[in-house]
């Protein structure tokens, strides 16, 4: 799984084997990271274009093309769905993203540098483009070990910046359901607002045992049990880091109706992009964990 670093800066001077283009349906040319693409690049990527892409490009895929005089090697281009124009299916702007990335497999490419698709004329709300850039490259398996999620302006900045922060305690969070793979379905978590109401903690318990908790907080970023977590970890290591920290949690215990409770709250975490949070008093008094704008129901008694 790659690493992900938001940076400020122009696509077009990314230093990496891929940069990818924001393109559209027509192929040769356009505003705002397209038309920056082919200034910079010169002439020899709209021949290219006009070459692969005869009839154009479909939203949602992606191919490749020369990237002429850029520091690049490659252009990937990507056509993102228009929000402006009602295209509001969120699996198209993710397949932009997948789509892109086996691209850049096929190529070999291992440095990709991505702008936030679909969040400047096309008109995706910024911060839902910046979570799904990030959760969904966190979620693609590929032999790229370097994503650049470059943003033009120090809002999208921020942003890109929440979202990839969001994915240590996702990884935490997936590492339990690999511990209930392995078969420790006792391992519990529970997800509350710190007292100060900023930060969102993280406690895994083994139920059943009088052992401490291990705990995270967001105000850690990504720094769990002294190592650094983050989208390029796999749950399977995280899962290895808890058992290392809390042998209770390695004990063989079954627990079907949680772990499909987990599985079920951890689907519902990876679809809503958000992070579950089972107490706080801002949200509705609904019995549930909050989980973006869904109530999710409590977790089973332990068995
Ligand atoms: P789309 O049509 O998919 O919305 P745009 O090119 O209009 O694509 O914008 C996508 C994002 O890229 C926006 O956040 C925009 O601010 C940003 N952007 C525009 N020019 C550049 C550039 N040269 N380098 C990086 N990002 C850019």
């Known amino acids: 799984m790659p690493t992900i670093t938001p940076v400020l800066g122009d696509i077009t001077q990314q230093e990496v084997d891929a940069v990818v283009n924001a393109a559209n349906n027509g192929m040769r040319g356009g505003g705002g990271v397209d038309g920056a693409i082919h200034r910079a690049g010169g002439p020899a990527v709209l021949d290219d274009c006009v070459q692969r892409f005869p009839d154009g490009l479909a939203t949602g895929d992606a191919g490749w093309t020369t990237a002429g005089d850029l520091p690049a090697r490659w252009v990937i281009h990507t056509v993102g769905p228009s929000f402006r124009a ?50 969904t490259v966190a979620g693609t398996r590929t032999d790229v070990t370097d994503v650049r999620l470059v943003a033009f302006d120090d809002d999208t900045l921020t942003d890109l910046r929440g979202a990839t922060i969001q994915q240590t305690p996702l990884r935490i969070l997936q590492a339990v359901r690999v511990l209930h793979r392995r078969g420790q379905q006792h391992a519990r978590v529970m997800a509350s607002i710190a007292p100060t109401g900023m930060h969102l903690r993280i406690q895994v318990s083994a139920q059943g045992s009088d052992t401490p908790t291990v705990k995270y907080t967001t105000g850690s970023e990504t720094s769990f049990l002294d190592t650094e977590v983050t989208a390029a970890t796999s749950p399977a290591e995280v899962a290895d880091l808890l058992e290392n920290a809390e042998p209770a949690l390695t004990r063989r215990v079954s627990d079907p109706d949680y772990a499909r409770w987990y599985d079920g709250m951890l689907s519902t975490v990876e679809r809503n992009r958000a992070l579950p949070v089972a107490r706080g008093e801002h949200f509705d008094s609904r019995p549930g964990w909050q989980i973006g704008d869904e109530r999710y129901p409590h977790p089973p008694e332990p068995a």
């Open 86 to 135: 009602g295209e509001r299916d969120r699996g198209l702007l993710e397949s932009c993203y997948r789509r892109a990335l086996e691209v850049a497999d096929e190529l070999g490419a291992r440095t990709v540098a991505f702008p936030l698709i679909s969040a400047g004329s096309y008109g995706w709300p910024r911060r839902d483009a910046a979570l799904t850039a990030a959760y």
